[in-house]
């Protein structure tokens, strides 16, 4: 066996406190477009927390557009609550936002009871 070099990837952990419901649901609907043409409804790729058994029970991941590589026309069809946590996770250059029910929330951060 040769020398391993792991790829270790950044990844932004945020409660799912610090989305809406609305986003939940989002996140929900995306999950469930059919995935067979080029273009997908969001310019994101979502991952659940689970299975479909517990679709949004116990969160999402998402990986973190390429803010140069993205069209703002695509980008605008993600709730802005998400955007925010998008741009937070590309400026601390992580690949990867992983919202959690487990998590705290972010101070500072609107925070939604739900």
């Given at each position: ?66 803010f ?32 959690d ?5 972010i ?8």
């Amino acid at each position: 066996m040769g020398e391993l070099h792991p790829n270790i990837e950044m990844t932004l952990t945020v409660s799912t406190e610090n989305i809406s419901k609305e986003t939940a649901a989002w996140l929900d609907a995306e999950l469930t477009h059919e995935k067979t043409s080029v273009m997908y409804a969001a310019p994101v790729v979502i991952y659940e927390k689970g299975n479909s058994n517990t679709r949004g029970l116990f969160g999402w991941f998402i990986n973190v557009p390429n803010f140069n590589d993205t069209d703002e026309d695509e980008y605008a069809k993600v709730p802005s609550d998400l955007q925010t946590l998008l741009a937070m996770a590309a400026l601390l250059d992580c690949i990867w936002l992983m919202l959690d029910r487990d998590c705290d929330p972010i101070p500072g951060l609107t925070t939604y009871n739900w």
